[in-house]
């Protein structure tokens, strides 16, 4: 049975930093990607930043050059290093892997609470 177990969310004022960590659990087959998407109190989830098992990276344009995502391949496991956080960010975050075809795996964690104030 597939376990995304996500930790590091948290509050923090504005122009702090927070790393979020998602480690994988009962793989049992090859994951094409791992990613962080967010979702606020009446908006839908939306992709915030993903990474390929050979490392490609991709950014939502309003966290481009503040977050940072990167991956274990040999733990299962993707961080996201969110520095400069707004107000905007304030969000559950969820952590979701991917195998192929992505119709048969595709798997969320949780959540995890991102809370930027002051």
């Known amino acids: 049975q597939v376990q995304l177990v996500e930790s590091g969310g948290g509050l923090v004022q504005p122009g702090g930093s927070l790393r979020l960590s998602c480690a994988a659990s009962?793989?049992?087959?090859?994951?094409?990607?791992m990613g962080w998407y967010r979702q606020a109190p009446g908006k839908q989830r939306e992709l915030v930043a993903a990474i390929s098992r050979s490392g490609t990276t991709s950014y939502a344009d309003s966290v481009k050059g503040r977050f940072t995502i990167s991956g274990d391949n040999a733990k299962n496991t993707v961080y996201l290093q969110m520095n400069s956080l707004k107000p905007e960010d304030t969000a559950a975050y969820y952590c979701n892997v991917m195998g192929y075809p992505p119709s048969e795996y595709d798997y969320w964690g949780q959540g995890t609470q991102v809370t930027v104030s002051s």
């Open positions: 009962g793989i049992s087959f090859s994951i094409t990607a």
